[in-house]
């Protein structure tokens, strides 16, 4: 898994890359406002091997930015499925793609939403064991042990994991938390 592309601008970035090719650092600052979160997922992108920066000294330090080849095959992909959700074109994997696409997946996880209740979230991991076999994960709103109000995934015991991340995505779970935020009825973690 690319855990990469949870940064908030990653993806915006991968497309901005993907459609102007090559550019300056700088020129990414019409797509993230906030120079420290650039920097930040810049760096977690390379650290994936998505993108190459390269710093040149001329007269100032530029650094410029292009996608590698395996950022360019998952930005692609990602302006195939905005245009399927747009419904500008169909995501159809050919015949060639498929073999691909199960060698680099079999071993991978799938997350989707089942429903979000007062005070908690249920998802739904598809291929948790790599074998096929699914479980339900329960995410629920909770404070941290600095009374903080975070998400708190029952199945890893984390404020952190990638089920949290993921649940923070849906909208649903952004009005539960803002919710149980009015109410207070907010719970220490055991």
């Known amino acids: 898994m690319v855990d990469a592309l949870y940064e908030r601008h990653a993806n915006r970035i991968l497309m901005f890359l993907l459609e ?6 700088t020129d990414l600052l019409q797509v993230v406002s906030s120079s420290d979160s650039l920097s930040n997922t810049i760096r977690k992108l390379e650290q994936e091997g998505l ?19 395996k950022g360019f095959r ?17 995501l159809v994997l ?3 793609d498929y073999d691909d696409f ?30 096929g076999q699914d479980r ?31 649940a923070w995505t849906i909208p649903d779970v952004q009005a539960m938390v803002q919710n149980q935020m009015g109410k207070g009825n907010v719970k220490e973690v055991d």
């Open 20 to 25: 102007n090719g090559e550019i300056k650092k």
């Open 51 to 69: 993108i190459a920066t390269e710093s040149k000294v001329i007269g100032r330090k530029i650094i410029s930015i292009r996608l590698t080849e």
């Open 74 to 90: 998952v930005a692609k992909k990602l302006k195939e499925a905005e245009e399927a959700s747009k419904g500008k074109s169909e």
């Open 94 to 96: 050919q015949e060639s």
């Open 102 to 131: 199960i060698s680099h997946t079999k071993d991978m996880s799938v997350l989707s939403h089942l429903n979000a209740l007062d005070d908690h979230v249920a998802i739904r991991e598809v291929n948790y064991d790599h074998q």
């Open 136 to 166: 339900v994960v329960f995410v629920y709103v909770k404070l941290n042990g600095h009374g903080i109000l975070r998400l708190w995934c029952e199945a890893d015991s984390s404020f952190n994991c990638w089920h949290v991340k993921y």
